[in-house]
C-alpha cells in the first residue's frame, strides 16, 4: 500500500533524505550495528537522542553537546508550537539555525503531548483539541497540522501524528485507537512533502501481541524511511516493556530504521538493543542529573547525600567525562546543595556522557559480535538495575 503522492502540483516529490545502511547483525542476538545518513550528517547506531524539548537540551549548550560526540537531539513540536512559535523559527532559518546546532535533528509530532494532557484534551477523528499548559488557550492539533509544524521547524526525521495509549489500555479502547492511527499515517503522508524531512511511522498496540502484530503490519505496509515503537514505558513494569519491545521490534522492516520513542533507563537501552532497536530518546539522564541523581559504573548515586560532603573521589573513576576528569564529590555536591546552577550542568554533562558512552560500547560489542557478553557483564552491575531512577 503506498500513501504518497507522486507529485503535488508542479512541485516535485523528491525522494527520502535520510537512507538507513545496515552494517552488521550480532551473530547471537537481534542487536544491529547501523548507519543513519541525513542532509545535517551521518548518525551512527545504536544510539541515544538527547531531549531538547523547546529548542535545548536542559543545562546544556551545543558546544557540550558536540563535546560529548551527540550526534542527534530531539526537539517537541507541541512545545515549540506554544512558545516561540514554529513560523517563527521558520522565518529564522529552521530549528538547525535557530538553536545553533549543525547536526541532525528529529522532533516529535506531539502525539505524546496529546496523551499526557489527558485532562485537557479531547480526541476526535479530526485530530486532538486541547488546552495550552501555558495559558490555557485553546488548540487543535491534526496530522496535518503536525506536519505543517514539523516541516517547519526542518528537522532531518518527523514523526506521524499518532495517538498513545496508555500501555495498560483495555483491547476496547485499543482497537479503535489504532485504527485511528493508521488512519491518521495516511493523512501525515499526504500533507508530507519529503523536502527537507523524512517521515517515520509509529507502531502501538499496548501489551498484546495481536494487536501490535496487526498494526506493524498496517503501518510498515506504508513505504517510509523509518520506523518507530510508541506507547511504550507509559505504566507498564519494565519487564513487560522489555518482552514487548522483543516481540514488535522484529516486526519491523529489516533494512529500516527502528526507533523506541520515550525509553528510558540504562537497562532498558542495552536490552532492547539486544531485541534489535536501533534508536533511543528519553528525559531521564537530564532530568535526574537536575535533581542530583547521577548515572555511574557502581550504581545511581544520590549526591546531596551528607556521605559525601568530604569524599575528594571524583563521580565515577571509571567516568572520562569532564566533570569527573576536574571536580571531586565534595564539590558537587556543595555546588547541589547551595543551588548554584552551574551543578546542573556538571550533571547533566555526566549523566548524557554515561547514556553515549554507553551506546558506543554497545556498538563495538555488536561489531565484534559479543553483545551477549557485553548484556550480561551490564547486567551483572549495580547500575543496570532500576531503582525509580
Same mark, same amino acid.
Not at 167 to 195: D, F, N, Q
Not at 197 to 211: A, N, R, Y
Given at each position: 500500500?503506498?500513501?504518497?503522492?507522486?507529485?503535488?502540483?508542479?512541485?516535485?516529490?523528491?525522494?527520502?533524505?535520510?537512507?538507513?545502511?545496515?552494517?552488521?547483525? =550480532?551473530?547471537?542476538?537481534?542487536?544491529?550495528?547501523?548507519?543513519?545518513?541525513?542532509?545535517?550528517?551521518?548518525?551512527?547506531?545504536?544510539?541515544? +537522542?538527547?531531549?531538547?524539548?523547546?529548542?535545548?537540551?536542559?543545562?546544556?549548550?551545543?558546544?557540550?553537546?558536540?563535546?560529548?560526540?551527540?550526534?542527534?537531539? /530531539?526537539?517537541? !513540536?507541541?512545545?515549540?508550537?506554544?512558545?516561540?512559535?514554529?513560523?517563527?523559527?521558520?522565518?529564522?532559518?529552521?530549528?538547525?539555525?535557530?538553536?545553533?546546532?549543525? $547536526?541532525? +535533528?528529529?522532533? =516529535?509530532?506531539? &502525539?505524546?503531548?496529546?496523551?499526557?494532557?489527558?485532562? +485537557?484534551?479531547?480526541?476526535?477523528? =479530526?485530530?486532538?483539541?486541547?488546552?495550552?499548559? /501555558?495559558? &490555557?488557550?485553546?488548540?487543535?492539533?491534526?496530522?496535518?497540522?503536525?506536519?505543517?509544524?514539523?516541516?517547519?521547524?526542518?528537522?532531518?526525521?518527523?514523526?506521524?501524528?499518532?495517538?498513545?495509549?496508555?500501555?495498560?489500555?483495555? $483491547?476496547?479502547?485499543?482497537?479503535?485507537?489504532?485504527?485511528?492511527? !493508521? $488512519?491518521?499515517?495516511?493523512?501525515? @503522508?499526504?500533507?508530507?512533502?519529503?523536502?527537507?524531512?523524512?517521515?517515520?511511522?509509529?507502531?502501538?498496540?499496548?501489551?498484546?501481541?495481536?494487536?501490535?502484530?496487526?498494526?506493524?503490519?498496517?503501518?510498515?505496509? @506504508?513505504?517510509?524511511?523509518?520506523?518507530?515503537?510508541?506507547?511504550?514505558?507509559?505504566?507498564?513494569?519494565?519487564?513487560?516493556?522489555?518482552? &514487548? @519491545?522483543?516481540? !514488535?521490534?522484529?516486526?519491523?522492516?529489516?533494512?529500516?530504521?527502528?526507533?523506541?520513542?520515550?525509553?528510558?533507563?540504562?537497562?532498558?537501552?542495552?536490552?532492547?538493543?539486544?531485541?534489535? @532497536?536501533?534508536?533511543?530518546?528519553?528525559?531521564?539522564?537530564?532530568?535526574?542529573?537536575?535533581?542530583?541523581?547521577?548515572?555511574?559504573?557502581? &550504581?545511581?548515586?544520590?549526591?546531596?547525600?551528607? $556521605?559525601?560532603?568530604?569524599?575528594?573521589?571524583? /563521580?565515577?573513576?571509571?567516568?572520562?567525562?569532564?566533570?569527573?576528569?576536574?571536580?571531586?564529590?565534595?564539590?558537587?555536591?556543595?555546588?547541589?546543595?547551595?543551588?548554584?546552577?552551574?551543578? +546542573?550542568?556538571?550533571? !547533566?554533562?555526566?549523566?548524557?556522557?554515561?547514556?553515549?558512552?554507553?551506546?558506543?560500547?554497545?556498538?563495538?560489542?555488536?561489531?565484534?559480535?559479543?553483545?551477549?557478553?557485553?548484556?550480561?557483564?551490564?547486567?551483572?552491575?549495580?547500575?543496570?538495575?532500576? =531503582?525509580?531512577?
Amino acid at each position: 500500500m503506498s500513501l504518497a503522492p507522486e507529485s503535488r502540483g508542479d512541485q516535485r516529490v523528491a525522494p527520502s533524505l535520510v537512507r538507513y545502511e545496515l552494517l552488521h547483525v =550480532d551473530a547471537n542476538t537481534g542487536a544491529r550495528r547501523g548507519r543513519l545518513h541525513t542532509p545535517h550528517g551521518i548518525i551512527e547506531t545504536p544510539i541515544f +537522542m538527547p531531549v531538547g524539548t523547546a529548542g535545548s537540551v536542559k543545562a546544556v549548550a551545543p558546544d557540550d553537546l558536540r563535546a560529548l560526540e551527540a550526534q542527534i537531539i /530531539l526537539g517537541n !513540536t507541541y512545545h515549540l508550537m506554544l512558545r516561540p512559535g514554529e513560523q517563527l523559527i521558520g522565518e529564522l532559518g529552521g530549528l538547525h539555525r535557530f538553536i545553533s546546532w549543525e $547536526r541532525p +535533528m528529529l522532533t =516529535d509530532s506531539g &502525539g505524546f503531548q496529546v496523551y499526557s494532557l489527558a485532562e +485537557m484534551r479531547k480526541i476526535t477523528e =479530526d485530530g486532538a483539541t486541547f488546552q495550552s499548559h /501555558l495559558d &490555557g488557550a485553546k488548540y487543535v492539533l491534526t496530522p496535518e497540522r503536525s506536519i505543517e509544524i514539523q516541516e517547519t521547524l526542518g528537522a532531518d526525521v518527523i514523526m506521524a501524528f499518532d495517538e498513545c495509549p496508555p500501555a495498560l489500555s483495555e $483491547r476496547g479502547y485499543l482497537e479503535p485507537s489504532l485504527a485511528r492511527t !493508521t $488512519r491518521w499515517l495516511g493523512r501525515c @503522508v499526504t500533507a508530507w512533502s519529503r523536502l527537507r524531512s523524512s517521515l517515520f511511522g509509529i507502531v502501538q498496540g499496548g501489551l498484546f501481541e495481536d494487536l501490535r502484530k496487526r498494526h506493524a503490519e498496517e503501518i510498515c505496509a @506504508v513505504e517510509l524511511p523509518g520506523y518507530a515503537l510508541g506507547g511504550y514505558a507509559v505504566g507498564e513494569k519494565p519487564e513487560q516493556m522489555h518482552a &514487548g @519491545v522483543a516481540f !514488535t521490534a522484529p516486526l519491523l522492516p529489516k533494512h529500516k530504521p527502528r526507533y523506541l520513542m520515550g525509553v528510558g533507563t540504562p537497562l532498558d537501552l542495552v536490552t532492547c538493543v539486544g531485541s534489535g @532497536v536501533d534508536m533511543f530518546d528519553c528525559v531521564m539522564p537530564t532530568r535526574n542529573a537536575r535533581n542530583g541523581f547521577l548515572f555511574t559504573s557502581q &550504581g545511581k548515586l544520590v549526591i546531596k547525600h551528607a $556521605r559525601y560532603a568530604k569524599d575528594e573521589r571524583p /563521580l565515577d573513576p571509571a567516568c572520562g567525562c569532564y566533570t569527573c576528569r576536574t571536580f571531586s564529590r565534595a564539590y558537587l555536591r556543595h555546588l547541589f546543595i547551595a543551588g548554584e546552577l552551574v551543578a +546542573m550542568r556538571l550533571n !547533566t554533562l555526566h549523566n548524557l556522557h554515561f547514556y553515549l558512552s554507553l551506546m558506543k560500547d554497545a556498538r563495538s560489542a555488536i561489531e565484534q559480535d559479543r553483545y551477549a557478553d557485553f548484556m550480561k557483564s551490564f547486567l551483572a552491575r549495580p547500575a543496570a538495575v532500576p =531503582d525509580g531512577a
